[in-house]
């Protein structure tokens, strides 16, 4: 066992939403190649990592979170279980346990990203408190084998993802768009969404999107907005069209679902149309949980406490 040095972290996981998501066509892998733009948003998890004398991982959970597993099955243990091996596969042992707590804020099999930004957090956190040095490129290689969305949790704020999602291409941004995300009181499953999707023929065109996002056109940007998902969810839950339609009565300048479903979100032009929403929002759907908060201009993972 190697010396070990009392040491913690503590990370903020960020969600994400698609502002635009096009399906390009059917990989041997049985994945799709796709387009899209995320934005890293501000409703966030917390994850507090601490050193151990023993060699265990040991995952806990903040407050009640039913249906979280806490064993590999968790993306933060299978994550930390991976770098140790690539770690023991390079000639590097005895690295001591660790011991995670996990506060989680953003809505589970939800189209955010939640347990891929979790496990990115994992990853730097190893990186740090096992004091490897890996470099970025050699991070996102063991995250790009956890998930498609993992690498781009790794830090990025805005970014086009293509391949399955793990080839990043970071987008510079100088301002943040205020955004009222719902979650409905079902989840939806990946998997399902996908047996549903059919590629098409002729593909929507990310370009003018991204012009949208470079001159800083909010009013652009939220016209712009594009799932190819969101019809094939929509044929599996009826609540797809009932937020569609919520968030039309709201004063938002977009709105969509966000990946796979189900969390739904509009765009707003500043910080107070959106708070006035996300209360008629809330009032209007007492069993749908409502979050108010902006996208990211910084980068996705923001250390806020180490000793």
Known sequence: MMPVIEKRLSLSAPGKINLYF?????????????????????ICDRLEFRVTQDS???????GKTPGIPTD?????????????????????????????????????AAGMGGASSNAASAIIA????????????????????????VPFFLGSQLAVCTGRGEKI?????????????????????????????????????SGPLMEAINSGQKTRIGRLLFNRLQPFAAEITDWIDRLQYEFSRTNCIGQQMTGSGSCYFGIYQNRKVARKAAGCLS????????????????GGHQDSDRN
């Open 22 to 42: 096009e399906l390009l066509g059917q990989r041997e892998d049985g994945f799709h190649e796709i387009e899209t733009i995320m934005s890293a948003v501000s």
């Open 56 to 62: 265990d991982i040991c995952l806990e959970l903040s």
């Open 72 to 108: 590999e099955r968790n993306l933060i243990v299978s994550a930390l279980n991976l770098v140790r091996q690539t770690a023991a596969d390079e000639g590097v042992h005895g690295l001591p346990g660790l011991k995670i707590r996990l506060a989680k804020n953003i809505p589970m």
């Open 126 to 149: 190893a990186n740090e408190l096992w004091a490897l040095k890996w470099p970025f490129e050699k991070q996102t290689a063991i995250a790009s084998m956890i998930g498609s969305d």
């Open 169 to 205: 291409q970071p987008i510079a941004s100088h301002f943040c768009l205020p955004v009222v995300i719902a979650k409905p009181p079902i989840g939806l499953s990946t998997a399902d969404v996908y047996s549903r999707s059919r590629v098409p023929s002729s593909p929507n065109s």
């Open 283 to 298: 009032n209007r759907l007492r069993d749908v949980t409502i979050h108010l908060g902006h996208t990211l201009n910084c």
